[in-house]
């Protein structure tokens, strides 16, 4: 099995989590899409939109979109599961999922793309734009800190594939220096201490560090 991808890609860190989380053996293939790497033939060839990552499986059977890989590879995969048995908390997952893809992610992206990105650019961030981000951040933090008021997971009684979703986009958050977006509500901010402690997402972090 391979992963092409790049350690500081939030959905390439999705796939090696759930890969860590089923102590699963692969290759990984980088892909310097700081470089423009994504945009080679041989890239694109795998992935149209020069996007990462790509799951390859020891037959050559490919495929792309990070959610999409993560459940494929929890349905596959030996190990423990990280799809709800129950058909409720399964559609739970799926709902937070869809949550954190529509209504937490974009406004982080927001947050990033000015405060992260566009100083790796040399360019002075909007800051209109980071508040945009702010405030859609803020309305779906507080719809997180509802429902963890009464469990430790965001979607079940244990760790699942809607928590992986989630935690790329928190750490750069705070990397960026917008944790208190997460601190501020201490349920949420348990929860992130509770899964930032995973030994899966240490060893992606860890990756991260090394290259």
């Known amino acids: 099995m391979k992963v092409y991808g790049h350690p500081g890609s939030t959905c390439t860190r999705k796939v090696l989590t759930t890969l860590a989380e089923k102590n699963h053996p ?9 470089k423009g790497q994504g945009h ?22 490919q ?5 999409a890989i993560i459940r494929h590879l929890d349905q596959t995969l030996p ?7 129950s058909p409720r908390e399964r559609a739970r997952m799926d709902e937070w ?27 002075e961030p909007q800051m209109s734009i980071v508040e945009d981000g702010r405030t859609a ?6 719809v997180m800190e509802r429902a963890l008021a009464d469990r430790e997971y965001i979607a079940a009684g244990s760790f699942s594939l809607a928590d992986i979703c ?3 986009y928190v750490e750069y958050l705070f990397m960026c220096g917008e944790g208190g977006l997460i601190t501020e509500h201490p349920n949420t901010s348990a929860w992130w201490t509770r899964i ?16």
């Open 196 to 211: 930032s402690e995973r030994a899966s997402w240490q060893k992606v972090r860890a990756k991260l560090q090394a290259d």
């Open 63 to 67: 495929m792309i979109e990070s959610r």
């Open 97 to 123: 999922m869809s949550i954190e893809q529509s209504n937490f992610t974009p406004g982080v992206m927001k947050i990033l793309g000015q405060l992260m990105f566009a100083r790796w650019r040399g360019e």
């Open 40 to 61: 080679s033939p041989e890239h694109l060839a795998r992935q149209p939109w020069g996007q990462v990552p790509v799951l390859e499986e020891d037959d050559g059977w």
């Open 79 to 85: 190990g423990a599961s990280l799809t709800p048995s």
């Open 166 to 168: 989630f935690m790329p």
């Open 26 to 34: 692969f290759e990984f293939v980088t892909v310097d899409i700081m």
């Open 137 to 142: 951040v803020r309305k779906a933090v507080a």
